[in-house]
């Protein structure tokens, strides 16, 4: 199996860092690459450093230079192991910050540790010779800098500083970044003008990648579906697990059509084959189901059409490819998903919020999936 890249966007607060590796994985997802959007630590997925970050980001938890580095370095191992998995399993890990901000932070900005060499052990363990693939650093005045951090929140243990030490950290990641031979690009222009810079640079690695580049269709309805409202009708189709009759039949539109054979195969799996509300039967395995509500992230479609389109067939015959379309397409929420499955295609915003809503106070985030 083709390795995964792991791919980091460094530099100073206000910088542009999260826009552009969200931008990034947009591109891989158009490519069809898979791909997951992470920032270090990665506490979305990873309940340890989740618990570590709460720590180290909240002012009102006080605690001594030695002890912040090693919790920050903590958080970091368990973050890279994510990126470890993701990257063996195929899936590309866009990240945001890295070991840089430690050293920008906490050695060049605040000067809490004096002793480099110490510094730079701690690091060395914590990442463990997990190195990206690209390391890039963004760079911007700090007027700028300080303009684009006065709108957010400032609650983060390094949110209140002032612009001294916006100097001196935006000094330090220059200066490890000439040392470490990174591309620095400076980041005043437009987002969509960094982010063509950024990707002059991904480019070249995309060669040792290999991915089915799937296209996305526009949504549409199954009872139109099933009305035979799709015009245009194309000759590609979608065969049937048993009986090699055709699941789906792809308009020129870009929409579906669903056969007889795929009314058959819907009616087995799912209570109800056109009403925008249904379950699950037992006649799919919980890991197929849950990768294909992953899947489904990533489509403007019915799930009963990516069913039909990506899934029919093909239940627990390869989990290891189950478990790689669960892990590239969903996050905690849909990775632990198990139990029985209701669907409501076509919620309403108050609707969502009040199937949400029982969740807020579990482990697992709030999610619209």
Known sequence: MTKGLYIVVEGPQGVGKTTQVGLIVEKFDKLGIPARQMREPDSQNDLTARVIRSLTQDPRYPMNTKTEVLLYNAARSQSLDIVKNHTNNGISCIVDRSYLTTFANQYYGRGDITDYNALTSI?????????????????????????RLSGRYQGDR?????????????????????QRNLPIIYANGSKQEVFDQIWTLITPLLSTLSSDEHTNTPAASVAEIIANKSSAISTEVIDAPNNNQPLLIKAKSGNYQITEAGKEYLNGVVTNATSNVYAFTDKLPPVTIAAAMARLSRRGDDMRITLLDEFAGNESKDEKLLQRVITAYGDDSVQQLAGQHVVVENASNLLTKKLEWGRLAAYLEQSTR
């Open 123 to 147: 690091i060395n363990f914590a990442v463990g010779g997990i190195e990206p693939d690209l390391m890039v650093v963004l760079d911007s005045e700090v007027a700028t800098l300080k303009d």
């Open 158 to 178: 390094f949110d209140n500083l002032d612009l001294e030490f916006l100097e001196r950290a935006r000094a330090g990641y220059l200066w490890e970044a000439r």
